[in-house]
């Protein structure tokens, strides 16, 4: 292969490099990170369908998943008996996404089953604090406060599918609690909660109030920008080259410029 051929071809290579990177970055600027709470006691385990694909298997209650790269946009969610297509549906609703954003998407109610958004902050606690928000996802509960026990309260008056704002507590183990607003009946109790410092939490209580349960979930904000997919979990496809692709162009284009110099300064010194 002649020294000008080299030299062309490394340039292409190194100009699809480019191109590609910048096709990666875009693709991954146009996505929204996206979890699914399964809050409601009469439906069965489920599926969980982002347009059709099947994202999430077998979810049981209570349950909230890891968050999924989803592309940015209105997307068609619906919610499936575990192992069935779309024409089971329990539910479908559609969900706006914006570019660079969090969501939790939730599934509430009793035989009226229904989804909540709730936009996400997944911004870093100041040092030594986490971030806390609860949601109350009990359809028959009343409005509640959320108190640390013998501490202060950290909501009040908080009603079905709402949530509070994510609040800075200090790392430490707490005895929190729901009670009832304007009474002294404690809905429930959460002895013994950890809370460690950089991570935020979500607490969702969950089912009818004769049963209470709550879940809870914590992620660290350092992995906001990384998949967090358990096994057997699957994000919707995403346009663009993959980085180690991305990154073999690069160097292959590179070397074959580097090796097109050494052979022109050969032959001048031949």
Avoid at 64 to 80: F, K, M, N
Avoid at 86 to 115: C, D, H, P
Avoid at 175 to 189: E, S
Avoid at 204 to 233: C, E, K
């Amino acid at each position: 292969m002649g020294r000008r051929q080299l030299w062309i071809r490394g340039y292409v290579l190194l100009v699809l490099g480019v191109l590609a990177s910048f096709g990666n970055i875009q693709a991954q600027s146009n996505t929204a990170r996206v979890r699914i709470i399964h809050a409601s006691q009469d439906m069965p385990p489920v599926d969980i369908l982002l347009d059709g694909q099947r994202v999430l298997a077998n979810v049981p209650f209570p349950f909230i998943s890891d968050y999924l790269d989803v592309p940015a946009g209105q997307r068609q969610v619906a919610v499936v008996p575990a192992g069935q297509d779309a024409s089971a549906a329990l539910l479908t609703s559609a969900a706006t996404f914006e570019a660079g954003k969090a969501y939790s998407v939730a599934a509430v109610g009793q035989k009226n089953v229904a989804v909540e958004v709730y936009t996400d902050d997944l911004s870093p606690p100041p040092a030594e604090k986490a971030h806390v928000r609860l949601i109350h996802l009990s359809p028959d509960a009343p409005g509640a406060n959320v108190e640390i026990v013998n501490g202060p309260t950290l909501a009040t008056d908080l009603a079905f599918t709402e949530a509070t704002a994510y609040q800075a507590v200090d790392a430490g183990t707490y005895n929190l609690r729901l009670v009832a607003t304007g009474q002294n009946t404690v809905i429930v109790q959460l002895p013994n909660t950890t809370l460690e410092a950089g991570k935020i939490y979500t607490v969702a209580a969950t089912g009818r109030l004769a049963n209470i349960q709550v879940v809870t979930n914590a992620v660290t904000p350092v992995a906001a920008n990384q998949s967090q997919q358990r096994q057997g979990q699957a994000a919707l496809p995403q346009a663009g080259v993959d980085t180690e692709h991305t990154l073999i162009l690069l160097l292959v284009g590179l070397l074959a410029i580097v090796c097109g110099q050494v052979l022109r300064r050969q032959a001048r010194v031949c």
